[in-house]
């Protein structure tokens, strides 16, 4: 390179890297303090999400549950006559 190029640039180079740095950092740090609120907001959507999830599981446990209560309790009702009769005759050899 032509040694009068090289000394008009220094120069422009430090007045860029004096003035350009602070830019830089500033943007870096707000850059990922927004990130870290993202992440923070997606944490508490999926917490809440969570929590209402497992509310409509344990509602779907007791609809279950309290469905197998009355089928169990009409069985019971039901005559051990009425129950053979309903099966298939056994084939003896």
Do not use: N, W
Request: charged share 25%.
């Amino acid at each position: 390179m032509v040694p009068a190029l090289v000394e008009s640039l220094i120069p422009i180079v430090a007045i860029v890297m004096t003035f350009g740095c602070p830019v830089l950092l500033v943007a870096t740090f707000k850059f990922f303090k927004l990130k870290e609120k993202e992440l923070q907001l997606e944490a508490e959507y999926r917490q809440a999400s969570g929590a209402a999830l497992e509310q409509r599981v344990q509602r779907l446990e007791s609809i279950i549950l309290a469905l197998d209560a009355d089928l169990r309790a009409k069985l019971a009702a039901a005559s051990p006559e009425s129950v053979q009769a309903a099966l298939p005759q056994r084939i003896d050899d």
